[in-house]
């Protein structure tokens, strides 16, 4: 395998274990808190309304290229009718789904949190409108894009044909995430396990209920990437709940987090290559072995 690795024609398998290595960090952070915290159906959520900003991703970048849907009007006001399609076709090579992605998610991140602050009497029924709808929007705009577009590589994920600018975006989108959970480690912590008492302590609950749930947004936008909307939940939720059977400390449970995250990926897109599957369902896979040998040998524990 190291050969494999430093070898020219296999620099997609750098770049797979180079992203994994870095967002493993990051879903180990987060995933800690979305246990400790018992939200994971936010982050499937999410991840709907993720998959709906790819489909608008690629129907905009296709509809600026060709002018249409008032996009051919518009530039012919702001640049003349001759320097209209050299224009468009910038601005659509610009246009990267990923990044409409990450807004769409922390758009319903947002509309989420209002949803928790005003409107708890119905928020199993209100997320679950946003968990359907994000998927419907997305498939419904891909319907009207003319291009072939692999829904599966964004449904289950492969990290193995990953572009070098997907690579720089999602780098970017972990290094501030990373950023985030180092700065705010502490009040996310105080947050998950006593939201009253650190309320009655001075600390402002609701702006770091809305601090996670943007990063919870972009972690989505990062695991999609390797494992896929289907499979974002397991992801983000088996490595922390592998690591809270292991330490009770929430810092160490994040370190353990990180390491079976970043080992867990490793060998999914390791036995991926050799075996010819998909590396999100292999790691996936690797993840629920894990845990089901950990739950064996640590027994039942108090809650």
Wanted: with cysteine.
């Amino acid at each position: 395998m190291t050969e494999l690795l430093f070898a020219p024609e296999f620099s997609f398998l750098r770049a797979a274990f180079l992203f994994t290595a870095a967002a493993a960090l990051t879903f180990g952070l987060v995933g800690t808190f979305i246990v400790t915290r018992r939200i994971g159906y936010l982050a499937g959520a999410i991840s709907h309304t993720a998959f709906g900003g790819i489909g608008i991703g690629f129907w905009l970048k296709e509809a600026a290229a060709a002018g249409s849907c008032g996009f051919g009007t518009l530039a012919a006001l702001l640049w003349g009718g001759e320097n209209a399609p050299a224009r468009l076709a910038q601005v659509a090579a610009h246009i990267n789904p990923v990044i409409v992605a990450v807004l769409t998610a922390i758009g319903s991140a947002v509309l989420i949190g209002l949803i928790q602050r005003y409107a708890k009497e119905r928020e199993d029924a209100l997320i679950g409108i946003i968990w359907t709808a994000g998927m419907a929007l997305g498939l419904l705009f891909l319907d009207r894009t003319q291009r072939y577009v692999a829904v599966s590589d964004y449904l289950l994920g492969d990290i193995l044909l990953i572009s070098r600018r997907d690579l720089a975006t999602i780098l970017s989108l972990d290094a501030a995430a990373l950023f985030a959970c180092g700065l705010f480690f502490k009040r996310f912590e105080a947050v998950c396990f006593d939201e009253e008492f650190a309320r009655l302590r001075g600390v402002r609950v609701d702006v770091y209920q809305s601090i996670l749930l943007l990063l919870i947004a972009v972690t989505v936008v990062l695991t999609m990437r390797i494992a896929g909307m289907v499979l974002v939940i397991a992801v983000l939720t088996i490595p922390a709940s592998i690591a809270s059977r292991l330490t009770r400390r929430l810092s160490r449970v994040a370190l353990w987090s990180i390491a079976i995250s970043l080992l867990s990926a490793w060998g999914g897109i390791a036995l991926s290559y050799v075996l010819n599957f998909s590396a999100g369902p292999m790691i996936v896979l690797l993840l629920s072995i894990l845990y089901g040998g950990v739950v064996l040998a640590t027994g039942k524990r108090d809650r």
